[in-house]
């Protein structure tokens, strides 16, 4: 053995006996330095000593580290929970992923019976699986371009904005089920390889981040089709509805997962609240989502136009005013955002359900941060929209608009009641 104080030869010695350093001493990985027995830094440097467990870091997104009281390796049971429901849920993103490369996305009924809607011309068709029809698709956004580019060419400006809008819905419908097919791959991708670590490792495990993005994928391209007023496209019988019900399916298994592996911790007054509001926080979140103003705009009065907010861009445009455009256009924009916000908490809400007691010696920094900006965003757009139906069409035909700015505020209520019960399950 060689001293690296002195580089002696000292032989089997616990001590030097050129320069009388002790042999066993802990060495700074950074500097070089004796760390002293019981340290848990460098006192040259100031770096962690390794092995050594590091110190809660605030703010770290949703969670923060803490130590640990107890060992966090799962139980029989619980690698039986973790197997049963794992398996169910790789099963279930299988199916979802098959049914949105190769299945029928869009089925109307008529007559009583389920007719087949090809999304890129609105007519019927015997069949639509996105991989068979990937070409279709490409020379679709090659049209696109061009329409576009001829109409700002007339040098008519007014008329090219109106026909811009117009073509939102189509347009919007089309990209969110390329990005809901791509965003269902890699949720199914990965859910496989979470599964395959999870049961390797130790410690309880859950798929229900990845089914929840499959589950936000399909709401998406629900809200799309809400939002181009082809809502009939979404009969019991399309891929999307069945997607969406084997989605929840699979967050419902993951939850029920995750209140086995809680047990007798379950019954304490705090882990009950905890969970009830967790619960709360995604049922304000759906409650927002089926209530979003352009989903109910069957209601509004013909006399605006159409049923649609689109239809009624198009329609009435050569009778407005340039400002009446620019505010519906503001309006698009924000309805936009929430076709892709509403999906997104509503996929980070059903995680955290599906996770209330996963994070076993772990310290939940709350919601309420996250549920105030979705719920100001929500009511910003009800506002909106209240006022533009207010001015347009019939004081009653805003009552639904009512009921969707009410998801972000029981959403808000429920993360703030949340936060009085955090951690009281890990008490």
Same mark, same amino acid.
Not at 235 to 241: E, I, K, N
């Given at each position: 053995?060689?001293?690296?104080?002195?580089?002696?030869?000292?032989?089997?010695?616990?001590?030097?006996?050129?320069?009388?350093?002790?042999?066993?001493?802990?060495?700074?990985?950074?500097?070089?330095?004796?760390?002293?027995?019981?340290?848990?830094?460098?006192?040259?440097?100031?770096?962690?000593?390794?092995?050594?467990?590091?110190?809660?870091?605030?703010?770290?997104?949703?969670?923060?580290?803490?130590?640990?009281?107890?060992?966090?390796?799962?139980?029989?049971?619980? $690698?039986? *929970?973790? &197997?049963?429901?794992?398996?169910?849920?790789?099963? &279930?993103?299988?199916?979802?992923?098959?049914?949105?490369?190769?299945?029928?996305?869009?089925?109307?009924? *008529?007559?009583?019976?389920?007719?087949?809607?090809?999304?890129?011309?609105?007519?019927?068709?015997?069949?639509?699986?996105?991989?068979?029809?990937?070409?279709?698709?490409?020379?679709?956004?090659?049209?696109?371009?061009?329409?576009?580019?001829?109409?700002?060419?007339?040098?008519?400006?007014? $008329?090219?904005?109106?026909?811009?809008?117009?073509?939102?819905?189509?347009?919007?419908?089309? /990209?969110?089920? &390329?990005?809901?097919?791509?965003?269902?791959?890699?949720?199914?991708?990965?859910?496989?390889?979470?599964?395959?670590?999870? @049961?390797?490792?130790?410690? +309880?495990?859950?798929? *229900?981040?990845?089914?929840?993005?499959? %589950?936000?994928?399909? %709401?998406?391209?629900?809200?799309?089709?809400?939002?181009?007023?082809?809502?009939?496209?979404? =009969?019991?019988? $399309?891929?999307?509805?069945?997607?969406?019900?084997?989605?929840?399916?699979?967050?419902?298994?993951?939850? %029920?997962?995750?209140?086995?592996?809680? !047990?007798?911790?379950?019954?304490?007054?705090?882990?009950?609240?905890?969970?009830?509001?967790?619960?709360?926080?995604?049922?304000?979140?759906?409650?927002?989502?089926?209530?979003?103003?352009?989903?109910?705009? =069957?209601?509004?009065?013909?006399?605006?136009?159409?049923?649609?907010?689109?239809?009624?861009?198009?329609?009435?445009?050569?009778?407005?005013? @340039?400002?009446?455009?620019? /505010?519906?256009?503001?309006?698009?924009?924000?309805?936009?955002?929430?076709?892709?916000?509403?999906?997104?908490? *509503?996929?980070?809400?059903? $995680?955290?359900?599906?996770?209330?007691?996963?994070?076993?010696?772990?310290?939940?920094? !709350? +919601?309420?941060?996250? =549920? /105030?900006?979705?719920?100001?965003?929500?009511?910003?757009l009800g506002i909106g929209s209240v006022v533009y139906v207010v001015q347009f069409a019939e004081a009653e035909a805003a009552q639904g608009l009512f009921a969707f700015a009410a998801g972000g505020v029981i959403a808000f209520v429920c993360a703030v009641v949340n936060r009085v019960f955090l951690n009281s399950d890990q008490s």
């Amino acid at each position: 053995m060689i001293c690296r104080n002195c580089n002696s030869e000292v032989g089997s010695a616990a001590f030097c006996p050129n320069c009388g350093a002790r042999m066993n001493a802990k060495y700074c990985t950074g500097c070089g330095a004796v760390i002293p027995d019981g340290a848990r830094s460098c006192p040259r440097c100031g770096k962690p000593v390794a092995g050594r467990e590091e110190e809660p870091r605030p703010g770290k997104k949703e969670l923060k580290t803490r130590r640990r009281k107890d060992e966090t390796a799962r139980t029989g049971f619980q $690698s039986f *929970v973790c &197997l049963i429901c794992g398996v169910a849920g790789l099963v &279930l993103l299988g199916i979802i992923t098959y049914n949105t490369l190769m299945g029928d996305m869009f089925r109307a009924s *008529v007559d009583g019976m389920f007719v087949t809607v090809n999304p890129l011309t609105s007519t019927p068709a015997e069949s639509f699986a996105l991989v068979q029809n990937f070409e279709a698709f490409v020379t679709y956004f090659q049209n696109l371009a061009e329409t576009i580019s001829e109409a700002f060419g007339g040098g008519d400006i007014q $008329s090219a904005i109106a026909l811009t809008l117009a073509l939102v819905p189509s347009v919007l419908l089309v /990209f969110c089920l &390329l990005l809901a097919a791509l965003i269902t791959c890699i949720a199914a991708l990965v859910a496989v390889f979470r599964f395959i670590g999870g @049961m390797c490792s130790k410690k +309880f495990f859950t798929l *229900v981040k990845p089914i929840a993005w499959a %589950l936000s994928a399909q %709401l998406i391209i629900y809200l799309a089709c809400i939002f181009g007023g082809v809502e009939e496209w979404m =009969s019991a019988g $399309s891929g999307t509805m069945i997607n969406i019900l084997l989605a929840a399916s699979g967050v419902a298994v993951c939850v %029920l997962g995750n209140l086995l592996f809680a !047990g007798r911790r379950f019954f304490r007054g705090g882990s009950i609240m905890k969970f009830v509001s967790n619960a709360g926080i995604l049922a304000g979140a759906l409650v927002a989502l089926f209530n979003l103003p352009v989903a109910i705009t =069957s209601q509004w009065p013909a006399g605006t136009g159409s049923e649609a907010l689109t239809g009624a861009i198009g329609q009435v445009a050569g009778e407005m005013q @340039m400002l009446d455009l620019v /505010f519906l256009g503001v309006i698009a924009l924000l309805t936009i955002k929430c076709v892709f916000s509403l999906p997104r908490f *509503v996929r980070k809400t059903a $995680s955290r359900l599906g996770t209330t007691f996963k994070f076993d010696g772990y310290e939940d920094v !709350g +919601f309420v941060g996250k =549920s /105030f900006w979705y719920m100001f965003g929500v009511l910003l757009l009800g506002i909106g929209s209240v006022v533009y139906v207010v001015q347009f069409a019939e004081a009653e035909a805003a009552q639904g608009l009512f009921a969707f700015a009410a998801g972000g505020v029981i959403a808000f209520v429920c993360a703030v009641v949340n936060r009085v019960f955090l951690n009281s399950d890990q008490s």
